[in-house]
């Protein structure tokens, strides 16, 4: 392993070990996302419109149903003329219609395709929900870290004031760094109101994806080691191309759209509807059968027909460039992610190894210097903030980092480590 990834896997363990009190029991990554694999109500509803588009296909590949009909004809009004008279009779007819051949498969093809695509749509919903979880979850990380460092501001900034009062009671300091180390205090713990709203914003962002109900806040978020990543990006593009499932549900509606284009085109060529009839005669007249067929005349073909095949064709269209608009989509979201991951670690590399490591030690002679007056409150407050500042910046480049890695495993699904 690289010797910056060495370093950066250190400084995860570190915090870790910092943060999280012996045998609690953290929240992880991958619990929370087998519960939203679970439990999720959009995978659900992706998965019962699967189920929808696969009983459709019965449907399109069937026949009309038949038609019974039955009649009287009676002679008068007077009386029921039945048997009495010769133009008294009761009729029975049975009729079904039959497509012109080809029609029924292309429409059990389109359907097919349709049910293929709602599938793949299932994967693509299941890697949205992680990638949403994800993000959610290096929020929550994010929040919980910004909490403790502003704690251990705080717990500084009480040192500082406690100092700026003994020196003001003594009078040989000023008021202006009472009043000022003060203000430091008030700030940071506004800064710990507004990073409490953001870790219940992520909380309450993980419960709705997982389909939590529980009103009580989820547990510490464990620090896991940096996700390896040793991909370049030609080959993330070209594995995400290939699998994306995204990409294979276009391809389905693609199919889906030929086949509904071709079934357009038959409509020019009519369906046939065989209609046999039964009349029951009277008056010791003897029985009479029929058998007529009816054929649909397309007078009106320009608005009807020839506009399905235009409208066939414009969906066809459509469907195209969808697919091509997602492969571009795809594309630039990977080399964008990947642009985010490459300038993270190095942003990373720059505060653990030089930035953080000076700014620490100028903490304890800071406040020595403040309190026997050489360096005044402005001073020393500089002095305090840029280590936290530093590694709040460092955490906050590390989430970025892996909010953008699971991005990208939105498209390309789960990546092996590699050496």
Sequence with gaps: MPRPMRLLGLAWVVGMLVASPAGAQNLTLKDLIDQALKNNPDIRAAEARAAAADEKISQEASLADPMFSAGYQNEGFKKYTYGDSQYAWWMFSLSQTFPFPGKRGLQ???????????????????????????????????????????????????RLED??????????????????????KYMLMENQAMAKARRDSAEA????????????????????????????????????????????????MISASEKRLARARKEAWPDITIMPQYYRLGGGMEDMWALTASIPLPLFYRGKQGAAIAESSWNLTSAQMELEAARLRITSEIRDNFAVITSSERVMELYRS??????????????????????????????????YDYELSLWQQQVQREKAIARIKVYTGDMEAKP
Excluded: C, H, W
């Design 354 to 387: 030089a930035l953080i490591p000076k700014a620490r030690q100028n903490i304890d002679a800071a406040l020595a210097l403040f309190a026997t007056g050489r360096i005044n409150a402005s001073q020393a407050l500089a002095t305090l903030k840029a280590p």
């Design 108 to 158: 059990r093809e389109a359907a097919q395709y349709e049910a293929s695509s709602a599938r793949a749509t299932i994967e693509s919903m299941r890697r949205d929900v992680v990638g949403r979880v994800s993000q959610a979850y290096y929020d929550l990380v994010l929040a919980t870290k910004e909490l403790d460092i502003i704690q251990a501001r705080l717990s500084l900034a009480a």
């Design 163 to 184: 100092a700026a009062l003994a020196r003001y009671a003594a009078g040989t300091g000023m008021q202006e760094d009472v009043i000022m180390a003060q203000a430091e």
């Design 205 to 252: 962002m993980l419960k709705r994806e997982t389909g939590s109900q529980d009103v009580n806040p989820l547990a510490r978020p464990a620090i896991d080691p940096p996700t390896p990543f040793a991909y370049t990006m030609d080959e993330l593009v070209q594995r995400a191309l290939a699998g994306a499932p995204e990409l294979s549900e276009r391809r389905q």
